[in-house]
């Protein structure tokens, strides 16, 4: 079992930057591709962003594109999201994810409970 922890969400104006935290605990978290995911209100989950296990490589969508950075602390169990240039429909609950490297939710086996990420315009 993996546990996740997501931190760092809130309201913040459009252009304006953010950066998220995904705390593990549980099994070796080195062990696991993470992923972000995030979910608007009425829509379906979408991917965001992943890097596999040693976080040497990394996917983004291309919404968030030249915005957004994920990164890992293998050494703190923890994975990051930076967010820069938000725009207000990069609102939604964001989630991280642990499992295998895709931009697919179905390969992801642990999920956090999410935080919420509101921007204004």
Known sequence: QVQLVESGGGL???GGSLR????????T??????GWFR???GEEREFVAANRRSGGTTYYADSVKGRF???????????????NSLKPEDTAVYYCAAGSYSGTSSTY???G????????S
């Not at 998220?20 to 549980?26: E, W």
């Not at 409970?113 to 204004?120: A, D, N, R």
């Open 69 to 83: 950075t994920i990164s890992r602390d293998n050494a703190k169990n923890t994975v990051y999201l930076q967010m």
């Open 29 to 34: 978290f080195s062990m696991y591709a993470m």
């Open 12 to 14: 913040v104006q459009a």
């Open 20 to 27: 998220l935290s995904c705390a593990a605990s549980g099994r």
């Open 109 to 111: 086996a642990y999920w």
């Open 39 to 41: 979910q608007a209100p």
């Open 113 to 120: 409970l999410g935080t919420q990420v509101t921007v204004s």
